[in-house]
């Protein structure tokens, strides 16, 4: 995929997440924009507060994964409330 020059020069770093201990698979945005989650082989997901512009994750979620995580999703029209997961197990 190619992108626009124009659109590159708009892009900054606004921030490092730095709790997960295995590498990051997946980030998504919650629907209204306000958090972050992150999915890791470390079999955690972690849910950062956007709006206090901080690199600690407000919640460390633990799963029953035995294997990496490699998707996480907010469900609409939940408030944020209910997030799921998929991993290369059963759990």
């Given at each position: 995929?190619?992108?626009?020059?124009?659109?590159?020069?708009?892009?900054r770093?606004?921030?490092?997440?730095?709790?997960h201990?295995?590498?990051?698979?997946?980030?998504?945005?919650?629907?209204?924009?306000?958090?972050?989650?992150?999915?890791?082989d470390?079999?955690?997901?972690?849910?950062?507060?956007?709006?206090?512009?901080?690199?600690?994750?407000?919640?460390?979620?633990?799963t029953?994964?035995?294997?990496?995580?490699?998707?996480?999703?907010?469900?609409p029209q939940?408030?944020?409330?209910?997030?799921?997961?998929?991993?290369m197990d059963?759990?």
């Amino acid at each position: 995929t190619t992108f626009h020059p124009s659109f590159l020069k708009k892009l900054r770093h606004v921030g490092t997440i730095s709790e997960h201990t295995g590498c990051v698979n997946r980030l998504v945005w919650s629907d209204d924009g306000k958090v972050l989650a992150s999915c890791s082989d470390d079999l955690h997901i972690c849910l950062w507060n956007m709006e206090w512009k901080n690199t600690q994750p407000c919640s460390v979620i633990p799963t029953s994964h035995k294997n990496n995580i490699f998707c996480v999703k907010f469900i609409p029209q939940q408030e944020n409330k209910i997030i799921v997961t998929g991993a290369m197990d059963s759990a």
